[in-house]
């Protein structure tokens, strides 16, 4: 690119100078929002810095990221490809994998119809007002218990531990109707090594980009491989089974409901994009992945953050206690009465960025941004940590501060405030899973709030300081929880 032409009227990318070889892997390593957030500083909100020989456009600034994502969204909409992103899903990923955008476009609807299905819609029972609500409040009550339980053998716990198995449990019932229990081996050695895949998949990886360094023995890349194929056999495993079982009059759940597809579109000899069963059946193992990793690490964040911030716990327990009460779990549709707790949630997803970074884009033809020329197949990076701490956009973006999404006297969410948070990208690649994510996030959150009070184990500080990753996690750590009194026995 160094040598490429420009067109007329269009400028050169500013960025760093490249080393050979290596390009900026010095400069960007260790923590990359961190150091391209810096580099946004001195070199504006589009510019180009290189990872070993390979060119990346990094975007920053509420503006630009909009102006590519959105206005611009067609010509930014591709997946780069990337050495790590061959082994997730074999190859076959909707997310990560370098689709033509009529197959892509194809799978992402079908993977949003089916989470409408069973996510969205009606839950076993009318008591509930949807299937994520209803697998939610009980993977909750049981989280209470499990915790409480571990509180009296024990006497601390480790939050991520739980959490992922009460969140994976809920995708389970989605994706394949059923779940584990808190001690089942086969799941807990899946989810409790989600830690790796970030690590590999997170932007910036030279691995990804720098040949020689895949050859070299590297602990990561090994436990990476590793989880991808259990990953893929334990859905494997559960895919075949369903095939097994497939009654195309009773759809169970989304495995079932893609196998479906597959039969249907059999009989459509007009189908205009022909896509592989593989590759409609695999969208579960996307939905199963992507369900569990996000919505852990933010709960598990949450819960440190309640930890660091006691005054706001206590403040959070008493919203819930005078608008929800003390005698029924929290519900969905509680959500609008307690401005605090979105604000806080809101809060949790700008100050931790825990994904700093979306996954990276890439261009599918020539293309400029702010006057800049940039060349088809180039890898775009999205920082969204510098989006949520652009002191441009934000008063003293690193403080963490809740009320600054409240309105004055406190009892109002400021809805335009919140939109400016950069959590699930924008545009042609946004999360398809947004809706569950925060209503999942806030739903459990709610439950634990209303009865368990988290402190600190006395002798284990917290370490905020974030791993980085595509999702970034705090370390783990030893808590303690205390059950709060149910409504009945305030009365005495
Ligand atoms: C993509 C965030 C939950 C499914 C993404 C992206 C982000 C994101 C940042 C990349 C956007 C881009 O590349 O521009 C989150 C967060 C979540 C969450 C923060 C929870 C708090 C979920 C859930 C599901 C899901 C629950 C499904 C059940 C997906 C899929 C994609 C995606 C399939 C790929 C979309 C595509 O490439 O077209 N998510 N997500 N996510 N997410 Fe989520």
Not at 17 to 40: D, F, K, W, Y
Not at 130 to 147: D, I, N, P
Not at 170 to 177: K, P, R
Not at 453 to 470: A, C, I, N, S, V
Request: charged residues 25%; aromatic residues 10%; proline residues 5%.
């Amino acid at each position: 690119y160094m040598h490429t032409e420009i067109p007329e009227g269009l400028k050169r990318l500013p960025g760093p100078r490249p080393l050979p070889i290596i390009g900026n892997v010095l400069e960007v390593q260790n923590n990359p929002h961190l150091s391209l957030t810096a580099m946004s500083e001195r070199y504006g909100s589009v510019y180009q810095i290189q990872i070993g020989m390979r060119p990346v456009v990094v975007l920053s600034g509420s503006e630009t990221v909009r102006q590519a994502l959105i206005k611009q969204g067609e010509d930014f909409a591709g997946r780069p490809d990337l050495y790590s992103f061959k082994y997730i899903n074999d190859g076959k990923s909707l997310a990560f994998s370098t689709d033509k955008s009529g197959v892509w476009r194809a799978r992402r609807k079908l993977a949003m119809s089916a989470l409408r299905s069973f996510a969205t819609l009606e839950g076993s029972t009318p008591e509930y007002s949807c299937a994520l609500e209803e697998h939610v409040c009980k993977e909750g009550e049981y989280l209470v218990k499990q915790l409480t339980s571990v509180m009296d053998v024990s006497g601390s716990f480790d939050p991520f531990r739980h959490i992922v198995v009460s969140v994976a449990n809920v995708i389970c019932g989605m994706c394949f109707g059923r779940r584990y229990s808190h001690d089942d081996q086969e799941l807990l050695g899946l989810v409790n090594m989600s830690d790796e895949f970030g690590k590999v998949v997170g932007s910036g990886n030279p691995a990804d980009f720098i040949p020689f360094l895949r050859y070299l023995p590297n602990r990561t890349m090994k436990r990476f491989m590793d989880i991808n194929d259990r990953f893929n056999t334990f859905v494997q495993k559960i895919v075949s089974e369903h095939y097994e079982t497939y009654d195309k009059d009773n759809i169970r759940d989304i495995t079932d409901s893609l196998i479906d597809h597959c039969e249907d579109r059999k009989l459509d000899e007009n189908a205009n994009v022909q896509v592989s069963d593989e590759k409609i059946v695999g969208i579960v193992n996307d939905l199963f992945g992507a369900g569990f990793d996000t919505i852990s690490t933010a709960l598990s964040w949450a819960v440190v953050y309640i930890v660091a911030y006691p005054e706001i716990q206590e403040r959070l327990h008493q919203e819930l206690k005078k608008k929800v009460g003390m005698n029924r779990t929290p519900r969905l549709s509680d959500k609008t009465n307690l401005p605090l707790l979105e604000a806080f949630i809101l809060e949790i997803f700008r100050h931790s960025s825990f994904m700093p970074f979306t996954i990276p884009h890439c261009t599918v033809k020539d293309t400029s941004l702010n006057g800049y020329f940039i060349p088809k197949d180039t890898c775009v990076f999205i920082n969204q940590w510098q989006v949520n701490h652009d002191p441009e956009l934000w008063k003293e973006p690193s403080s963490f501060n809740p009320d600054r999404f409240l309105s004055a006297d406190g009892t109002e969410l400021n809805k335009l405030e919140g939109e400016k948070v950069l959590t699930f990208g924008m545009g042609k690649r946004r999360c398809i899973g947004e809706a569950i994510g925060r209503n999942e996030v806030y739903l459990f959150l709610a439950i634990l709030l209303q009865r368990l009070r988290f402190q600190e184990k006395p002798g284990h500080p917290l370490d905020m300081t974030p791993e980085y990753g595509l999702t970034m996690k705090h370390k783990r750590c030893q808590l303690k929880a205390s059950l709060r009194a149910w409504g009945q026995e305030d009365k005495f």
